[in-house]
Each structure stands twice: as C-alpha cells, then as structure tokens.
C-alpha cells in the first residue's frame, strides 16, 4: 500500500486529486495540506510514501517545502503538480532533489501511474517537463530567453512591473495594493500590455515574462 499526502492551496484541486487516486486498491491517501507549513507537520506526523506537492501556495512554497521535507531523514518521495512549466521552476524542483514533476493537466491514468513509479523510487518527467530539462541542459532555452527579453522591452517600467506581478499570479486588485495604483490603472495597463505581447491572457503574458527570467 503506497501511503499519500497531498499538498495544495486549491481545495478544488485537492478534491480532484482524491477523486482520482482514491479509488486504486494500493493507493492510500492519509492526509492532505493546504499550505508548505502545514504540510510539514502532516508530513511528520502521517509519515507518507509520497507527497503530491503544489508550488504555488501561501505562507511556504512547494519548493521551500520539499526542500525542508528533504533535509529531514528518511524523507518522503515528492511528486511536484504545477499548472505551468517554466524552466526555472523544473529545475530547482529536480536540483532540490524532487522524484517527478507533472503538470495538473495529466490524464488520471498517467497520474496514477506517476505514482507509482515514484514510489518505487524511479523519477517521473511529463513529456513537456522533459522538453524543457533537455533545453535547459543543452543551451537551447537562450533563443527564447532573448526573444521573450526583446517583446518585453516594448513595455514601459510600469507595465514591465505588472507584467510581473501578473506572473506572480496577482489579481488586478492585489496587483493595485503592491504597486500603489487604482484597479482601474491596473486594467488599462494590462490592456496596453496584451496589445504589445499579442497575448490572448493572463497565462501568456505569465509564460513571457517566465521566458525572460524575471522573477
């Protein structure tokens, strides 16, 4: 029986994720977090084979998380979900010593069996991950990098800030709070960026700025 946790902000996705994995006959999900420092008390307490573990989360992050979780002895495997795959996020995840990084998108079957072949001690890539690890390591990502740093050079310095906090994942109020604005200038000001990105939303203008390694 392979003992789980799973680790995230969303309660939507948490509900999702036991939908998926808990109806396996070797699957066992113990426990659940909403948040890095909550999981670490989960983890320490459940004693889990694998974490299911999120990013994008308040008070601690998935990779401080599995950082921490690491450095304690006989540590848990760590399969990081995240809804994006920008090569800095991959990488740290897999230098930090992560056993698999998937994307939230991932057909249950191949979830389930990620899993698995974590479980067993084996490491687990998505296809795109992989795509992005072999750019990395060959040098291939500099193109995009240069061409990411090129578009987003059209914006001023204020819309190049809300294009970060953008990435950041900020809604249009909290993006007004950290840069002093109205929500009204917020909005205009992304508006002008769409328009210079020739981005469609919020995860295109997200995935450029991630391109460009400015965060």
Known sequence: MIRLVIVDDDPMVRTGLRLILGGEPDLELVGEAGD?????????????????MDI????????????????????????VLTTFDADDMVLRALRLGADGFLLKDTPPPKMIEAVRTVAKGEPVLSPSVTHQVIAAATGRHEPRRAEARLELATLTEREREVAIEVARGGSNAEIAERLYMSVATVKANITRIFAKLGADNRVQVAMKVRDADLL
């Open 36 to 52: 890095g420092l909550q999981a670490m008390g989960v983890i320490r307490d459940l004693r889990p084979d694998v974490v299911l």
């Open 56 to 79: 994008r989360m308040p008070n601690q992050d998935g990779l401080t998380t599995t950082e921490l979780l690491l450095a304690r002895p006989d540590p848990p495997r760590i399969l």
